[in-house]
T-cell receptor, first 114, second 112 residues
């Protein structure tokens, strides 16, 4: 049971480049989400999904796109990378959209935009 | 909307001393409350959670937290710190189908 798997673990991008951060879970969880973690700011929600085909914006969605074509996968796309998107990105999943179930987190992707 | 305030970005204790990490929340409806721990270069791991019922919640690694509605607090404690407890700790709040909102984190430093 792998849990939540994120790839890549590290990435350096040039300003203006695009890329996709991958997230996959094998727990048949309904709910998946992306957070970014910045020093002194905790974790901020970027986008989330309550099931295949359903996505919505979180607190800081600008510059990011998501889709959820399967239950297992929830990729995060950076359309045109900016230095302000330098951060650590975490994918999290839960068996229910009800937040009392607690989240399982991936190990993160550390992204640097130069 | 919910929010969380963690008092102190850094807390230092000696090995064997009491650990107390403070968390105050704001919620217009009965909250769900969580503590997560993050070890260096890792993701977040659920320590414990309060949803309903008993207000004293026990978690992994000897940690516990008490939900105090009158004080809107959910402080995390451990009677005796261990070197392996050094990590960053996040308090989080949610309610109903609302998304989880995290505090800014408290880094726990444990000295020998």
């Amino acid at each position: 049971n792998a849990g939540v798997t994120q790839t890549p673990k590290f990435q350096v991008l040039k300003t203006g480049q695009s890329m996709t951060l991958q997230c996959a879970q094998d727990m048949n969880h309904e709910y998946m989400s992306w957070y970014r973690q910045d020093p002194g700011m905790g974790l901020r929600l970027i986008h989330y999904s309550v099931g295949a085909g359903i996505t919505d914006q979180g607190e800081v969605p600008n510059g990011y796109n998501v889709s959820r074509s399967t239950t297992e996968d929830f990729p995060l796309r950076l359309l045109s990378a900016a230095p302000s998107q330098t951060s650590v990105y975490f994918c999290a999943s839960s068996y229910s959209a009800r937040a009392n179930s607690g989240y399982t987190f991936g190990s993160g992707t550390r992204l640097t935009v130069v | 909307a919910q929010s969380v305030t963690q008092l102190g970005s850094h807390v230092s204790v000696s090995e064997g001393a009491l650990v107390l990490l403070r968390c105050n929340y704001s919620s217009s409806v009965p909250p769900y409350l969580f503590w997560y721990v993050q070890y260096p270069n890792q993701g977040l791991q659920l320590l414990l959670k309060y949803t309903t019922g008993a207000t004293l919640v026990k978690g992994i690694n000897g940690f516990e937290a008490e939900f105090k509605k009158s004080e809107t607090s959910f402080h995390l404690t451990k009677p005796s710190a261990h070197m392996s407890d050094a990590a960053e700790y996040f308090c989080a709040v949610s309610a109903g189908f609302q998304k989880l909102v995290f505090g800014t984190g408290t880094r726990l430093l444990v000295s020998p």
